[in-house]
């Protein structure tokens, strides 16, 4: 398989309210560092992937109503628990979206398999990764 990921961040504000997340139950922030990785078997007549691009331009855009939102706030996040495993399905779900929309042209229809990966800090890090 072929491989092209790309790099964006995103600054949220959420609770996690269960007693298992300790002091992370109160309100507090988080950066998070996310890539998404798309998977190809073959490249296109110019060998490529797909168009990195569109992969950035596709991930900012997936990224850009949550950032610097407080997700408690954020009504289809209502009655849920924004982990760091949920938020990556989420974004994976969005992006899986807009490839099948066509937003990532030709070459969207080569993927075969997607990742979105985020970075908690230097030593966490939570993903979510299917076929598509």
């Known amino acids: 398989m072929f491989a092209v990921e790309v790099r964006d961040h995103m600054m949220i504000a959420h609770s996690l309210p269960r007693a298992v997340f300790g002091p992370a139950q109160a309100m507090h922030g988080a950066t998070f560092v996310v890539d998404a990785a798309f998977f190809t078997e073959d490249l296109d007549e110019d060998g490529l992937a797909i168009d990195i691009g569109l ?61 979105i990966t985020l970075n908690e800090s230097h030593v966490a890090r939570a993903w979510y990764e299917a076929a598509l």
């Open 55 to 115: 992969a950035t331009r596709v991930l900012g855009e997936v990224l850009a109503p949550l950032n610097y939102q407080n997700l408690d706030e954020i009504e289809m996040f209502a009655g849920k628990v924004t982990t760091t495993e949920f938020l990556a399905k989420h974004l994976f779900d969005e992006i899986a979206r807009r490839i099948r929309a066509g937003e990532l042209g030709e070459g969207g229809s080569r993927i075969r398999r997607l990742k």
